[in-house]
């Protein structure tokens, strides 16, 4: 009798230590991006925007890799994405219900 693997229960190759530390190099360089720009006075309030975007990359990374989420069911992916959509859609409200930005 053969048995035949479901897709989802398929699990893939764990990552590298070398892979690892690649990711590793990546958060770094690009925290030390977000360092640099925070000293560039000239950007104004253009700042905030860059930052997220980097820090959402960063997040993203992590997320992926350091959480495994990229080797998990995507239903997780979906759970945990689904929450920061959320919350970042609360704080948004936020800002414009206090009109923070007027």
Do not use: C
Request: no cysteine.
């Amino acid at each position: 009798m053969s048995q035949e693997m479901n897709p989802s229960e398929v699990h893939n190759e764990h990552p590298t230590a070398g892979l690892y530390f690649r990711i590793a190099m990546i958060l770094s360089v690009v925290t030390a991006i977000e360092v640099g720009i925070f000293y560039l006075t000239w950007l104004g309030y253009w700042i905030i925007p860059i930052l997220f975007v980097l820090s959402a990359g960063k997040f993203a990374l992590v997320a992926m890799y350091y959480m495994h989420l990229k080797f998990d069911h995507k239903l997780f992916s979906l759970m945990f994405v689904g929450g920061f959509v959320l919350a970042t859609s609360v704080i948004f409200a936020l800002i414009f219900l206090f009109q923070v930005w007027l």
